[in-house]
């Protein structure tokens, strides 16, 4: 039932969050935004509210998958830790089984959300590419005729075709290297700070945290998660946003390098405030949904 609870709990989550995102996502991205208002300003003047929501359809596709994958591969690892060092998948597990079972999650992970990752970010800076694009072939070609290009990108769907097709396999694990690094020890944070939290709010006499307990618990490991994760998200995303246009990066640490030594080391933490603003909210609703989850089918089963 850990998957099952799993993806219920993946959905709700990133009904709650994708907004915040593509504001992440566009501000990690694009050296023009000041800051979050900057940002969200800016998206609602250009593309009104539907720009917030660019390449939803694929995550709300796939997140179920993903997130039932993470929670079931957390608590299935965590039991067979526990059946090898103690004799007994139910006996309570050490802050480092927590640790290990919660890196293998979100290195787990990778294989399945890098391609949706790529065609994600894509989508979402999309209209920043488009207005990169020269409209010209050179210094002395005429003044175009033609009207602005339509995106280049439809959908996910065809924005996972087409990448197939211009860049190959690679192409869609572009940035996967990052996204490995960002994933394991983030996963790791958000499982170990979770069962910890839940630890300090259970109520005496009682085995687990009540319905605010869970919700506190989880809107904070979610914000200890990103804040760790947030330096290889950034360049995660740069990666990826770098199939539009000209490619600048040669791989990860050619990123890393020519990032900081552009815009300075804060560049690292580029979209921190707003992955926390989102991280909390988005965390509530995924754990809060994963419990009621797993304790409505252990009522209805036992």
């Known amino acids: 039932m850990d998957f099952v609870a799993g993806a219920i709990g993946g959905v709700c989550g990133v009904a709650v969050g994708y907004p915040l995102d593509t504001v992440k996502v566009r501000i990690q991205t694009e050296p023009k935004y000041t800051g979050i208002w900057h940002c969200i300003r800016d998206i609602y003047r250009q593309e009104r509210v539907r720009g917030f929501y660019r ?3 694929l995550p709300v596709c796939t997140v179920s998958l993903v997130s039932s994958v993470s929670f079931g591969t957390y608590r299935h690892c965590l039991a067979h830790i526990c059946r090898f060092r103690y004799g007994s ?26 391609p949706t990752e790529v065609a994600k970010v894509r989508l979402q800076t999309q209209a920043q590419a488009q207005q990169r694009r020269p409209s010209a072939s050179g210094p002395s070609a005429a003044p175009p005729v033609c009207l602005v290009p339509g995106p ?6 065809h924005c996972l075709i087409t990448v ?4 190959g396999l690679r192409g869609l694990y572009k940035g ?24 300090w709010l259970t109520p005496p006499g009682h085995s687990q945290p009540d319905v605010l307990g ?13 804040a760790v994760a947030t330096p290889m998200d950034v360049i995660k995303s740069r990666l990826q946003a770098d199939g539009q246009g000209q ?7 050619h990123c890393v390098v020519t990032s900081v030594r552009e815009e300075g080391l804060r560049v690292l933490f580029r979209g921190l405030a707003v992955n926390c603003c989102r991280a909390f909210p988005v965390n509530m609703a995924v754990f809060v949904t994963y419990e009621a989850v797993l304790r409505l089918t252990k009522g209805l089963f036992a």
């Open 176 to 199: 996967s290297s990052a996204l490995l690094l960002r994933e394991g020890h983030s996963f790791a944070t958000y499982f170990l700070s979770y069962a910890i939290l839940c630890e």
């Open 55 to 57: 390449g939803l359809s």
């Open 214 to 226: 869970v919700l506190v618990a989880g809107g904070c490991a979610g914000v200890l998660a990103w």
């Open 247 to 253: 490619q600048r990066y040669r791989g990860l640490l």
């Open 164 to 167: 197939a097709r211009e860049e």
């Open 152 to 157: 280049k990108y439809r959908g996910p769907l």
């Open 89 to 114: 998948s139910e006996a309570k597990p050490a802050k480092a089984d927590v640790t290990l079972s919660g890196c293998a999650s979100g290195l787990v992970r990778v294989f399945l959300t890098s």
